[in-house]
């Protein structure tokens, strides 16, 4: 039920219809008894500086931004955090008293998803396949855990330059560096992140394991399907390894803990989740 002191979040998108946000932070509101509820609200690029206006105007306390409108927010805004800035994307909005604060949750989010891997981070080396939207999240969460190598292979090389020049502006202390998949293989990696599409139609494959010399362990951003081709490889060379789900959820949960300042019901937000995901 909605009252007159409900507060709302939502996402904004286009398209938005799609969206598992409202699976994932509903359940979260209504395990803490909160009287707030997420909704979704489809926003045309032409309209996204009115749209965050009025949601402002509204008392909107809370929006996730995704597809198209990651960065042409920033004209919008007038604060960002440190970690957004970096990524050069903003995924999160947070209602500071009538003015809107930036950031973006996919670096803690797929820090976060990592735990399971076990992995001392900090000085380690990191290949990362893929140049996209979502490979500056990653680069940044891993960059910003300590990583002391960072290898970038993407399929358009050039693209990999523009982000490993991007990167290196906000980190000048650790080597980031654009490669080919040959070099890659040979870099005895303390983990493989795929950040690339390819594998979502559960056939494809951007890398062949068994070519790499002493890999330890692999990461896919990927959660649909739950295990891509490169994930199936891994288990078959026994490397610790796991999908997209773990970064989908943290990013949810660090999101809930901006806008709201609480702690996040993770146990109550991964079996949303993993319902939520079952059925699609
Ligand atoms: P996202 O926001 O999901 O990161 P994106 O910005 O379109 O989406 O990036 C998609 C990534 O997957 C890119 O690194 C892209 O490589 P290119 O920059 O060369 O296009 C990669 N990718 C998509 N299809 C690919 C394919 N068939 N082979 C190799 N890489 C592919």
């Not at 206006?53 to 955090?81: C, M, W």
């Not at 399971?116 to 979502?134: D, I, T």
């Not at 062949?208 to 890999?215: C, S, V, Y």
């Not at 803990?257 to 995901?277: C, I, N, Q, Y």
Request: glycine content about 10%; hydrophobic content about 40%; proline content about 4%.
């Amino acid at each position: 039920m909605i009252h007159g002191t409900t507060q709302i979040y939502g996402v904004i998108g286009d398209p938005i219809s799609h969206s598992l946000s409202p699976s994932l932070q509903n359940p979260a509101f209504a395990a803490l008894g909160m009287d707030a509820v997420y909704v979704t609200f489809r926003v045309s690029p032409s309209s996204l500086g009115d749209a965050l206006r009025g949601l402002l105007a509204l008392n909107v306390q809370g929006i996730n931004v995704t597809v198209p409108h990651k960065s042409d927010v920033f004209q919008y805004i007038d604060e960002v955090t440190d970690t957004a800035r970096k990524i050069g994307a903003v995924n999160t909005l947070r209602n500071d008293s009538g003015h809107w604060i930036g950031e973006n949750t996919d670096a803690i989010g797929f820090i976060r998803s990592l735990t399971p891997l076990g992995l001392n981070l900090s000085g380690s080396s990191v290949g990362m396949l893929g140049a996209g939207g979502a490979a500056r999240g990653v680069a940044v969460g891993l960059l910003e855990a300590g990583v002391s190598r960072l290898l970038i292979c993407n399929r358009n090389h050039d693209r990999a330059v523009a982000l490993v020049k991007s990167l290196q502006a906000s980190f000048c202390q650790q080597s980031i560096s654009a490669v080919s998949l040959e070099e890659l293989e040979k870099e005895g990696l303390n983990l493989l992140v795929n950040t690339t599409t390819v594998g979502s139609d559960g056939y494809s494959s951007p890398a062949k394991l068994n070519r790499f010399d002493n890999l330890s362990a692999v990461a896919d951003i990927i959660y649909r399907p739950s295990r891509t081709p490169l994930l199936l490889e891994a288990e078959k060379l026994g490397l610790p390894n796991l999908n997209g789900g773990g970064m989908l959820l943290y990013q949810g949960t660090a999101a809930f803990s901006f806008w709201t300042g609480l702690e996040a019901p993770e146990s109550v937000m991964r079996k949303a989740l993993d319902e939520h995901l079952s059925k699609i």
